[in-house]
């Protein structure tokens, strides 16, 4: 499992949730949290804030980064 620091969580729906946190980890469940699974960032930057905008996701990176 991860070991690391998450910094935002984003609810989508009841059973779909995204978190973001250190080198430019995303975890994604669609089933209320009983598995989780990463989802590819590319990115080494820590994530401290995930928002969904419709079917988009805008990610905030530390240093300023925006992330979609």
């Given at each position: 499992?991860?070991?690391?620091?998450?910094?935002?969580?984003?609810?989508?729906?009841?059973?779909?949730?995204?978190?973001?946190?250190?080198?430019?980890?995303?975890?994604?469940?669609?089933?209320?949290?009983?598995?989780?699974?990463d989802?590819?960032?590319?990115?080494t930057?820590?994530?401290?804030?995930?928002?969904?905008?419709?079917?988009?996701?805008?990610?905030?990176?530390?240093?300023?980064?925006?992330?979609?």
């Amino acid at each position: 499992g991860f070991v690391g620091t998450l910094y935002s969580v984003y609810i989508k729906d009841e059973n779909t949730v995204f978190a973001v946190g250190v080198t430019g980890k995303i975890l994604k469940t669609t089933n209320a949290g009983s598995t989780w699974f990463d989802v590819p960032s590319g990115s080494t930057t820590a994530f401290s804030r995930i928002k969904f905008y419709g079917t988009t996701g805008i990610i905030a990176g530390q240093g300023g980064e925006i992330f979609k």
